[in-house]
């Protein structure tokens, strides 16, 4: 059985203080949470404070982006070094925002795979077709390159420690999300197609989040599907209400399924 993973990814949000108090709020509204993996994402600068609240609690931390170097000349950037002094465990990988604004390739979310597992860090690798490629039919020729270059090298002890998002990125932000059903479709090629590569066993053992206009309205019907293991939120996990209630209903899944 697949632990559900809920993550929320803040994207450029919050200040320091803003970032310090919500935590705070959620500890207690998740305090009994159980039998799901609870990630919040906040941007760099807040990751120390809100790492150093969240010490021994079950809420993990993430980060957004990193450099895939341990140090070095590269204005700007962060190392994964960094982020596991900070108390990271999580780095989401390859988000269509960085795709698209900072040409990021799939040869970059590559290297920074490898090297958030050399770290101990947990990638959450996103994925995703933009609205033209869907249109053209191409959905699942553009997700299955994106899985080929991005996961390139890896064995598959170390991918099955990776999470897979997949967030088209037509539904990013948009408030027009796939539905259930396709959304399970496209999870179950990317199975399929770690399958092929990886084996069997570990394909199963991958998680596959959804990730685009998730809300505490759509997301039982994503957690319904059997390929689909939890989501990853952006403006959702930014308001308590609206977080809490994700959390809850991916937990409802994990008791039911137990
Ligand atoms: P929204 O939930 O705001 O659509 O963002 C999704 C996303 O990009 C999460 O990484």
Known sequence: MRRPIIAGNWKMH???????????????ALRDVEGVEVVVCPPAVALKSVGDLLKGSAIGLGAQNMHWEEQGPFTGEISPKMLVDVGCRYV????????????????AVNKKVHA???WGLIPIVCVGERLEE?????????????LKESLAGLDSQEMARVVIAYEPVWAIGTGLPATGEEANRVSGLIRRTLAEWFGEGTAQQVRIQYGGSVSPQNISEFLAQQEIDGALVGGASLHLESFSTIVR???RKASSSS
């Open 92 to 107: 989401i990988l390859g988000h269509s925002e960085r795709r698209q604004h900072f040409g990021e390739s799939d040869a």
């Open 116 to 118: 958030a597992l050399r």
């Open 14 to 28: 919050k200040t320091v203080g803003e970032a310090v108090e919500f935590v705070r709020s959620l500890l207690t």
């Open 249 to 251: 209903a991916a937990c």
């Open 134 to 146: 869907r249109q053209a039919g191409r959905t699942d020729a553009v997700i299955q390159t994106q």
